[in-house]
T-cell receptor
Framework: KQEVTQIPAALSVPEGENLVLNCSFT??????LQWFRQDPGKGLTSLLL?????REQTSGRLNASLDKSSGRSTLYIAASQPGDSATYLC????????????FGKGITLSVRP | KAGVTQTPRYLIKTRGQQVTLSCSPI?????VSWYQQTPGQGLQFLFE???????NKGNFPGRFSGRQFSNSRSEMNVSTLELGDSALYLC???????????FGQGTRLTVV
């Protein structure tokens, strides 16, 4: 059974800091891994999708890496801003044949001005 | 391109009632999934539909049901509501090629 873990549950950093959010999964036979952002009371916004054949993906100040063999992914946020404050979740499909996702509990990030 | 649209955004129901939530996927996406999000349990998978067929179902009681129409729009229904059904219900659509999930803004259901 696939399990996804995100530690720590919460993180507070000063504005401008570069930071890394971690995600680990137990079954390395994943089809892809997706990072999301969720603002309070809102839906999930897709940030980055990494296919199993890829090692990393970049979008603006965000960079996500994937190491299937160790069951880990990291989301790197450069030059953090108060607007980056949100909960960040990672998710993997249960298997490659469908879109059923297993989510981590998320990391709630607070960027202090 | 329009995103995933969920209606209504907010609902207040009393115990024992039933409720129907609606989800319109991104145009061209044939896969629609539903999730329940609560503070204690996080995001839990409810079911997935593809081309009007239920492909997967999560570990929820039979009071939770869904369907998908020929235009890929989906509905989920919860009968005999319980207080514990209070949650944010999220719908996601995916293109089959990438399986990338795009979520709607959710429906906040409060059962009183």
């Amino acid at each position: 059974k696939q399990e996804v873990t995100q530690i720590p549950a919460a993180l507070s950093v000063p504005e401008g800091e570069n930071l890394v959010l971690n995600c680990s999964f137990t079954d390395s036979a994943i089809y892809n891994l997706q990072w999301f952002r969720q603002d309070p009371g809102k839906g999930l916004t897709s940030l980055l999708l990494i296919q199993s054949s890829q090692r990393e993906q970049t979008s603006g100040r965000l960079n996500a890496s994937l190491d299937k063999s160790s069951g880990r992914s990291t989301l790197y946020i450069a030059a953090s801003q108060p607007g980056d404050s949100a909960t960040y979740l990672c998710a993997v499909p249960i298997d490659g044949a469908n879109s059923k996702l297993t989510f981590g509990k998320g990391i709630t990030l607070s960027v202090r001005p | 391109k329009a995103g995933v649209t969920q209606t209504p955004r907010y609902l207040i129901k009393t115990r024992g009632q039933q409720v129907t939530l609606s989800c319109s996927p991104i145009s061209g996406h044939r896969s629609v999934s539903w999730y329940q999000q609560t503070p204690g349990q996080g995001l839990q998978f409810l079911f997935e539909y593809f081309s009007e067929t239920q492909r997967n179902k999560g570990n929820f009681p039979g009071r939770f049901s869904g369907r998908q129409f020929s235009n890929s729009r989906s509905e989920m229904n919860v009968s005999t509501l319980e207080l514990g059904d209070s949650a944010l219900y999220l719908c996601a659509s995916s293109p089959w090629a990438t399986r990338e999930a795009f979520f709607g803004q959710g429906t906040r259901l409060t059962v009183v």
